[in-house]
């Protein structure tokens, strides 16, 4: 909890690790085809024994009843109230694959998608077209021509792409274009506040201009999506609140955005987990003494509604972790954002399930799922109380009060 109070005065520097491994989407709800959850379903030998020597829990990334986004999601992990901290989606994506912006610039995660004749949406990420097309695409809608507003297209990774609007006067007080369904036409951008119709009027203007231009491109991409509007925001340093030499190592643009921002030295990997996992084993010896690694396939599979995959994606996690208790980190922390239940194909609600590996752990548990953990020795916590707990684990915190 990054505004506690007292944290500068009980704050405390020391030599210990701690490595924090969120997996993206981690928790799930039960699949009615199966009565199990993925976790409950996935082998997870190296996970289970983990759990067996760890301190377990839930957290609760926002609100119990809110489903939280990615960015939401990830600062609560790290000690940020995401009600106070709310973080757009555009401005992490953009600072993540270092875009030009600037103080007032208004940032957007664009998708490009399909769209039938109607203009219906067919699919929100145009079959995940990779990222040589989208490059194309990015370059046409950069052709755009909008009414006394400059802004740039920049493209991010497979169908996903960056807009920056730059001019006088804009908000990100604005409605997103995107409904994430399909079935139906992309939404009308429209302001939250009066002051907003400027700001609203250039992004219909643009989506209307890019539907012109990509109908003729022939690729499955002919329409886009945006949301998360969003400007650079002003928050506490995490590396400063807690005393703490923090890296980050992102293969997804949005995450390396979010650490950049929050004040963690992004180290530069590759677009896998093999290649965060290359970077943590060269740098953990080093001046860091915590880093934060990113796994994202569990996540893509359940918003796929694909249970199969997410149980073989979190298996795949589960064979990572060798080589990262290899390194003997004095803490170890696995825990996710948010639930990606595949079931719903979606986000969701549900709270996560987390371990805490340390000197100091104590557990029962013989498994690591949503079960087993909300019968952990640390209950249910909301996802922002966490990181004092983990700095606990790392003896960096002196005792409060006489």
Not at 115 to 127: C, F, K, W
Not at 186 to 195: D, E, S, Y
Not at 203 to 217: D, M, W
Not at 361 to 376: I, L, M, R, V
Request: aromatic share 8%; proline share 6%.
């Amino acid at each position: 909890m990054i505004d506690f109070p007292y944290l500068s005065s009980i704050r405390r520097r020391n030599h210990k690790k701690i490595i924090m491994l969120v997996v993206d989407g981690l928790g799930g709800m039960r699949h009615p085809d199966f009565d199990k959850t993925e976790l409950e379903v996935a082998a997870l030998p190296t996970l289970d024994s983990l759990s067996s020597r760890s301190s377990t829990g839930l957290t609760i990334p926002v609100m119990p009843g809110i489903t939280p986004g990615s960015g939401p999601g990830h600062m609560a992990l790290f000690g940020y109230n995401p009600l106070k901290y709310f973080l757009g989606r555009g401005v992490l994506e953009g600072i993540g694959i270092g875009a030009d912006i600037s103080d007032g610039d208004i940032c957007a995660r664009g998708n490009f998608c399909e769209l039938d004749d109607l203009g219906n949406i067919v699919d929100r990420r145009a079959g995940r077209i990779q990222s040589n097309e989208s490059v194309k695409l990015v370059n046409l809608i950069n052709e755009i021509e909008l009414t006394n507003c400059d802004f740039e297209v920049y493209p991010v990774m497979d169908y996903r792409f960056e807009l920056v609007l730059r001019g006088s006067g804009l908000s990100s007080e604005i409605t997103d274009t995107d409904p994430q369904i399909t079935g139906q036409p992309p939404g009308v951008c429209l302001p939250a506040i009066p002051a907003a119709q400027r700001t609203a009027d250039l992004v219909n203007e643009f989506v209307h201009g890019a539907r012109k231009l990509l109908k003729r491109s022939g690729s499955p991409g002919n329409g886009v999506l945006l949301r998360g509007f969003s400007k650079l925001p002003d928050i506490p340093s995490f590396a400063e609140s807690y005393a703490l030499r923090p890296a980050a190592i992102a293969a997804y643009p949005m995450y390396r955005g979010l650490a950049e921002l929050v004040g963690m030295e992004v180290l530069k990997c590759g677009t896998s987990f093999e290649s965060e996992l290359e970077v943590l084993e060269g740098a953990f010896n080093g001046e860091h003494d915590f880093f934060f690694l990113h796994y994202k396939p569990a996540d893509s599979a359940g918003e796929d509604g694909d249970f199969d995959n997410k149980v073989r994606r979190l298996e795949e996690f589960d064979n990572y972790l060798d080589r990262i208790q290899a390194l003997d980190p004095d803490v170890l922390v696995v825990c996710g954002d948010h639930s990606t239940p595949s079931f719903l194909a979606a986000h969701s609600w549900h709270p996560v399930p987390f371990l805490i590996k340390s000197m100091y752990s104590t557990s029962s548990n013989t498994e690591f799922n949503e079960k087993t953990c909300s019968e952990g020795e640390l209950g249910m916590i909301q996802a922002e109380m966490l990181m004092l707990t983990v700095l606990a684990h790392a003896d960096k915190l002196n005792r409060f009060g006489a």
